[in-house]
């Protein structure tokens, strides 16, 4: 049985922005065209404001520079180790209604 890993990330540009004194997205258009990045005001707002799914690596370097820091200041990860169950041949799942387990009173009638 092999164990599954589930990895997460924070994305942290605006936090270590307002460390910075950066309150503003467009704060950054600039920093960042002086470093040969040129993206429009609405691409720096949602890569402050939103989780990216990629990124290039010149824009990560970019955003280091201008921060002073390390990629790991600007993306925080996280891994943990998520249970494997086993079924067996037996196994049935529970039924999404659990009052079905409940059981029924009986009721007992004279016989004629």
Same mark, same amino acid.
């Given at each position: 049985?092999?164990?599954k890993r $589930? ?5 942290r540009?605006? *936090?270590?922005?307002? *460390?910075? #004194?950066? =309150?503003?997205t467009?704060?950054?258009? @600039?920093?960042?065209?002086e470093? #040969? &990045? ?9 890569l ?17 520079? &201008? =921060?002073?820091?390390d ?5 925080? $990860?996280?891994? *943990?180790?998520? #249970?494997?169950?086993?079924?067996? /041949? #037996?196994d049935?799942?529970a039924?999404?209604? &659990? /009052?079905?387990?409940r059981?029924k009173? /009986?009721? &007992?009638?004279p016989? @004629?």
């Amino acid at each position: 049985m092999t164990k599954k890993r $589930t990895v997460t990330y924070t994305w942290r540009l605006r *936090e270590v922005m307002a *460390e910075h #004194g950066m =309150f503003h997205t467009t704060d950054l258009v @600039e920093p960042l065209r002086e470093r #040969g &990045i040129h993206l429009s005001v609405s691409q720096v707002h949602r890569l402050v404001t939103s989780v990216p799914e990629r990124l290039s690596l010149q824009v990560l370097a970019a955003l280091c520079d &201008i =921060f002073a820091t390390d990629p790991a200041e600007l993306v925080s $990860t996280s891994a *943990e180790n998520v #249970g494997v169950r086993k079924v067996t /041949a #037996g196994d049935r799942p529970a039924p999404a209604d &659990i /009052a079905a387990l409940r059981p029924k009173r /009986a009721r &007992i009638t004279p016989t @004629e």
